[in-house]
């Protein structure tokens, strides 16, 4: 085959691939063929999903479909118990990271930690970085931690701090140790 017709081939595929995701994207905006509704656990309101979607993207949505209890009902809701109907975008995204985590969907947990990384101030540092903590976010945790390093001054003073040494001892001296380490280093020798 000849690179232009190569080329003509790729431009036609190109193409028929646009156009199967433009219908995929009406199908989604018309919910055509919603077979599964997801909610939050405290809402009763809930918003339409497909399951062969959430079963490519989510492990655990996977697992949760194939039960024989998922394949009888054709109309079912899955309650997302740790997502609430909160008024703070941060805490909405908050509560996504902790859902995207649990059910295992790396790209939304990924989108989410930029946001929480984006909204990232003194007075929630700390509650961040428990947070990453607790979902055992590496990239989370140290930019957490280089920012608590950089603004230590300010963040030691705060009442926040307090709690966070009495909840937290142990992170709190890998904190307070991360800062010293910086000091040392940054100190010419």
Avoid at 33 to 42: F, Q, R, S, T, Y
Avoid at 143 to 166: A, D, G, N, Q, Y
Wanted: aromatic share 8%.
């Amino acid at each position: 085959m000849n690179s232009k017709a190569k080329f003509t081939r790729t431009g036609i595929e190109t193409v028929n691939h646009m156009e199967f995701f433009r219908g995929i994207i009406k199908a989604f905006k018309e919910q055509r063929h919603v077979d599964v509704w997801l909610k939050a656990g405290d809402q009763t309101d809930a918003i339409p999903a497909h399951k062969l979607i959430l079963a490519a993207k989510s492990k655990v949505f996977r697992n949760i479909l194939e039960t024989d209890d998922c394949k009888a009902s054709p109309k079912e809701t899955i309650t997302l118990s740790e997502m609430t109907k909160d008024k703070k975008l941060v805490q909405h995204v908050h509560s996504l990271y902790q859902a995207a985590d649990k059910y295992e969907i790396p790209y939304l947990q990924d989108i989410c930690r930029k946001q929480l990384i984006d909204s990232m101030n003194t007075s929630n540092a700390f509650d961040l970085l428990e947070l990453a903590k607790i979902h055992s976010d590496e990239i989370f945790e140290d930019s957490l931690s280089e920012f608590i390093t950089r603004h230590m001054e300010e963040i030691s003073f705060s009442s926040k701090f307090m709690s966070f040494v009495e909840s937290n001892p142990a992170l709190a001296v890998q904190t307070i140790r991360r800062h010293f380490d910086k000091l040392r280093n940054d100190v010419p020798k």
